[in-house]
T-cell receptor
């Protein structure tokens, strides 16, 4: 089954404790993205990747890192989480090109105390 | 305001009625996409309309696009309680090609009462 998976689905952590949210897709898609969703602000893109070792900032990259060492994986790293990073995070992938659509993971609900 | 803004922010209707949601955007596009999100879950793609199309149908969904007004509408006919969800429009980056960057509106929350 074609899908995007994220882990963990729920995470409660404390300020400053490094964490990684994993994302994996099995569709051989070139492009992958991370979004955060906050009430009243909609979905905002954090980072995206066009291929292995190629990443770029989205609209709200501060406080986040990403890496794309393999085509299928695109982890999101919070080196020193802060309470304002409490949010619902989504990973997405797409094959690229005009007229393309994105496939979303189920989401990771992160709470930073 | 952001590229891709939906109107209304919330819509409450009875089962069997039609639901219409609108989206406005600012920059030129080569396609516009609509997504659905059930509470707290990932978004699911519904339909894509290209800039050279004026109307597109998919089952009970009808999407229109007016590039002169930079607006789109999503019509759900004969709504069901299961249609209760948030609906988002999304546009690719300003250059028109999709390399993974989509800008989403804030969404319309649709509630369909049985």
């Amino acid at each position: 089954e074609a899908q995007v998976t994220q882990n963990p689905r729920y995470l409660i952590t404390v300020t400053g404790k490094k964490l990684t949210v994993t994302c994996s897709q099995n569709m051989n898609h070139e492009y992958m993205s991370w979004y955060r969703q906050d009430p009243g602000l909609g979905l905002r893109q954090i980072y995206y990747s066009m291929n292995v070792e190629v990443t770029d900032k989205g609209d709200v990259p501060e406080g986040y890192k990403v890496s794309r060492k393999e085509k299928r994986n695109f982890p999101l790293i919070l080196e020193s989480p802060s309470p304002n990073q409490t949010s619902l995070y989504f990973c997405a992938s797409n094959k690229g090109g005009t007229g393309d659509t994105q496939y979303f993971g189920p989401g990771t609900r992160l709470t930073v105390l | 305001s952001q590229q891709g803004e939906e109107d209304p922010q919330a819509l409450s209707i009875q089962e069997g009625e039609n639901a219409t949601m609108n989206c406005s955007y600012k920059t030129s596009i080569n396609n516009l996409q609509w997504y659905r999100q059930n509470s707290g879950r990932g978004l699911v793609h519904l339909i894509l309309i290209r800039s050279n199309e004026r109307e597109k149908h998919s089952g009970r969904l009808r999407v229109t696009l007016d590039t002169s007004k930079k607006s789109s509408s999503l019509l759900i006919t004969a709504s069901r309680a299961a249609d209760t969800a948030s609906y988002f429009c999304a546009t690719p980056n300003a250059g028109g090609t999709s390399y993974g960057k989509l800008t989403f509106g804030q969404g319309t929350i649709l509630t369909v009462h049985p």
